[in-house]
């Protein structure tokens, strides 16, 4: 059996994803408790029963200049923005929004955008607001999945 990893992002909030169906759930523990430790996760929605060991998430952060865009929903219908990434960590990026567009705390956007790797690789995902500030906006991976944090995991490396 795989162990899949979970990674604990901020102090308290873990992602756990079935592998088998897609399905997600968040769990709330102190992340200094349950670090490096296993747990045997039995999904709610198709009965997959699998472990999982919890990692404190990488640090490691990359700067970057790579071009993207942002998609959000707004009560005035799409928007469709251009931003400049200036880091990415496996956890989330931060990026310069092109433009005045205000964000939110908590909101959900969609960012698209190649690496300069090798293939290019194409970065689609949705992803949370943390940190707003004059300059740039931090946001969070909703939930990557194996695939991205594989593709991540590799440009990321030092
Ligand atoms: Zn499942």
Redesign the pocket.
């Known amino acids: 059996m795989t162990t899949q990893k979970v990674f604990i992002s901020g102090k308290s909030e873990a992602l756990i994803v079935?592998q088998?169906?897609g399905?997600s759930k968040t769990i709330e523990a102190d992340a200094a408790a349950i670090r490096g430790k296993t747990a045997q996760i039995r999904?709610k929605?198709?009965g997959?029963s699998f472990q999982v060991v919890f990692e404190a998430r990488a640090k490691y952060r990359k700067d970057t200049a790579l071009q993207g865009h942002f998609f959000r929903k707004t009560a005035l219908g799409d928007e469709l923005g251009p931003m400049a990434i200036c880091d990415l960590s496996l956890g989330g990026l931060r990026f310069e929004p092109t433009g005045k567009t205000m964000f939110e705390l908590g909101e959900v956007l969609t960012v698209e955008f190649h690496l300069d790797d090798a293939k290019k690789s194409l970065i689609r995902a949705s992803v949370v607001v943390r940190s707003i500030s004059e300059r740039d906006v931090g946001v969070e991976f909703a939930a990557p999945d194996e695939h991205m944090r594989k593709v991540l995991g590799f440009y990321l490396m030092p």
Do not use: D, L
């Open positions: 079935c088998k169906c399905q999904c929605s198709c997959n």
